[in-house]
Nanobody, 125 residues
Framework: QVELAESGGGLVQAGGSLRLSCAAS????????MGWFRQAAGKEREFIAG??????????NYADSVKGRFTIPRDGVKNTMYLQMNSLKPEDTAAYYC????????????????WGQGTQVTVSS
């Protein structure tokens, strides 16, 4: 099975950018449908972005709240997926997780079998 590890979180000012990494080990990342989720304090885990297995020809899905600001670049050689976050807002503050599933990409966190440990992103105003 695949193991996922996020990194790259931190403190950033509103309007700034940050890139999170999701490194995979054990299996090829592109074998799975992948998603990025976030969870703010006291809130449910929220879907941000996803891409199907084999990178689905580059087709990605984004939540309306991040569309136009976030993208998910991938690097097959490094077996790593990224979350590029631009124009950050204080409401983007959350713990961010990458997740994988053997099935179709989904916006529900319950459909993912593999999770990283998460990385905290804090956006100051």
């Amino acid at each position: 099975q695949v193991e996922l590890a996020e990194s790259g979180g931190g403190l950033v000012q509103a309007g700034g950018s940050l890139r999170l990494s999701c490194a995979a080990s054990g299996r090829t990342l592109s074998s799975y449908s992948m998603g990025w989720f976030r969870q703010a304090a006291g809130k449910e885990r929220e879907f941000i972005a996803g891409i199907g297995a084999n990178w689905s020809g580059g087709t990605t899905n984004y939540a309306d709240s991040v569309k136009g600001r976030f993208t998910i670049p991938r690097d097959g050689v490094k077996n790593t997926m990224y979350l590029q976050m631009n124009s950050l807002k204080p409401e983007d503050t959350a713990a961010y997780y990458c997740a994988g599933t053997r099935f179709r990409v989904s916006s529900s966190w319950r459909d993912y079998e593999y999770w990283g440990q998460g990385t905290q992103v804090t956006v100051s105003s």
